[in-house]
């Protein structure tokens, strides 16, 4: 999808992923964050930040393509002074390796043909030990929700840009990163979060 769309969706876009969330939105996120605390993380391909000012970490660096969803972010963490907003490239991240003590990336990565290339920068910016913490849609379990949901989120909501995977697939794509201790979690039927370590 391209960077014009989420221009556009910006304003609209925590109020239509509360929709598409049907009604786990807040059990999600807490699901998500409930990593134990860490001096510095990032929140990769944050969007309007979902989970940014939630991330228990002493500084929690925010980097999105999309300057309006950025704008966002920064308005819904304005008194948060541990966050700071980057405009960056998820296939380039302007930080040295060994940088995070934890990446997180959320609803994001459904967005990218080629995510193993973004995994691949997630683990470069990780320290040694560090955590990456990975939320999107799924294969829901549910065949209705499967051939109703999952196709209407596609091509409605994503423009015809939509790749999915399942833990499975997740874990492949994360070992050859080069990542370890992989887990699975299936969240609801229709989402999936994952951990792992470098």
């Not at 999600?28 to 991330?55: K, M, N």
């Not at 051939?147 to 790749?163: A, D, M, N, Q, S």
């Amino acid at each position: 999808v391209k960077t014009s769309h989420f221009e556009r969706m910006a304003k609209y876009y925590d109020r239509a992923t509360k929709i598409l969330m049907l009604g786990t939105y807040g059990k999600v996120r807490e699901r998500i964050v409930s990593e134990p605390p860490v001096e510095r993380a990032l929140d990769l391909c944050c969007g309007t930040g979902y989970v940014t000012g939630h991330i228990d970490a002493k500084t929690v660096v925010a980097l999105d393509m999309s300057p309006a969803m950025l704008r966002v972010n920064r308005d819904k963490n304005r008194e948060r002074g541990h966050v700071n907003i980057t405009v960056g490239d998820a296939f380039r991240l302007p930080f040295p390796d060994n940088s995070f003590d934890a990446v997180y990336n959320t609803l994001a990565a459904h967005e990218f043909k080629k995510i193993s290339n973004i995994i691949s920068e997630a683990y470069r910016v990780l320290k040694p030990g560090g955590r990456l913490v990975l939320y999107d849609f799924s294969y829901p379990d549910n065949l209705l929700l499967r051939y109703t949901y999952l196709p209407f989120v596609k091509h409605i909501v994503e423009l015809g840009t939509f790749f999915v995977y399942n833990g499975e697939g997740w874990g492949k794509i994360l070992k050859a990163a080069g990542f370890k201790d992989v887990e699975s979690e299936s969240l609801y039927g229709a989402s999936i979060l994952m951990r792992a370590r470098k």
